[in-house]
């Protein structure tokens, strides 16, 4: 761990299971990325449950995080406890995230900086398809529109975050049903999709940001077929020429 874990209280426990060596060293860089997300907070306090039902041959993984902005809460169920822990992580960090309390101005700053300059990079895109995404979809190359468009994945995933944490239904689904990242990968998919034919009179973040939505239903109502959209998505976009 860190050593700027000192201001996070740890209080960590298991019932009918163990936690596997590999399994802690995963779940610390889990802790340490929160914990560096809550960077002039305050003192925290995290508490992890992790449990086995026998009956249900299942685990549940809880976490609860209190800090001065106010207290966050996961819950995961699954049948392998490394999903059961990553997906609650997941769920917990873009609570924090969504919340935006805990985020210093000078980080919220750069991430529109970044998003501004992308803005000036494609001003070409929003008027002609001549553009470089224009041309990866035009070549159906979605690696490399990916590639191109990822500068705005910091802005994507707060966005995406902040619109989960409207809707109940969208919070319970995250965690349980899928990940605030299978959200963004879709969101990425459709713009791939339906990229010649946006509006031209919005910018592409104001587009992106209308994707959003769509994705989320997607992925709600065609959750197999959709998650096995995205995860052909990472394959194709991680792959090595």
């Known amino acids: 761990m860190s050593s700027k874990m000192d201001r996070m209280r740890l209080d960590i426990r298991s019932t009918n299971c163990d936690i596997p060596a590999d399994e802690r060293q995963r779940m610390e860089t889990w802790i340490s990325d929160l914990n560096d997300r809550l960077e002039g907070v305050g003192t ?38 490394d999903s059961a822990m990553a997906k609650s992580f997941e769920s917990l960090t873009a609570q924090v995230e969504a919340d935006g309390g805990h985020r210093k101005p000078t980080e919220e700053g750069a991430i529109e900086d970044r998003r501004a300059l992308l803005e000036r990079r494609f001003t070409n895109d929003v008027h002609a398809d001549d553009g470089p995404l224009a041309q ?64 031209h009179n919005i910018s592409l973040h104001e587009w992106l940001e209308r994707l959003i939505d769509p994705a989320l239903r997607a992925l709600r109502q065609n959750r197999e077929e959709e998650e096995e959209a995205v ?9 090595r020429i």
Do not use: C, M
């Open 44 to 81: 925290s306090a995290l508490f992890v449950r992790i449990s086995f039902h026998p009956q249900s041959n299942d685990f549940n993984a809880e976490l609860k995080l209190r800090t001065p902005h106010g207290t966050f809460k996961s819950r995961v169920k699954n049948e392998y406890l």
């Open 136 to 199: 990866a979809v035009l070549a159906g190359d979605y690696q490399t529109f990916r590639n191109i468009i990822s500068g705005y994945e910091d802005w994507l995933n707060r966005r995406v975050g902040r619109l989960i944490q409207r809707d109940p239904d969208a919070q319970l689904d995250v965690g349980n049903q899928f990940r605030i990242s299978d959200v963004v990968e879709e969101t990425y998919l459709q713009a791939f999709e339906s990229f010649l034919h946006r509006p």
């Open 231 to 239: 995860s052909y998505a990472r394959t194709v976009r991680q792959a």
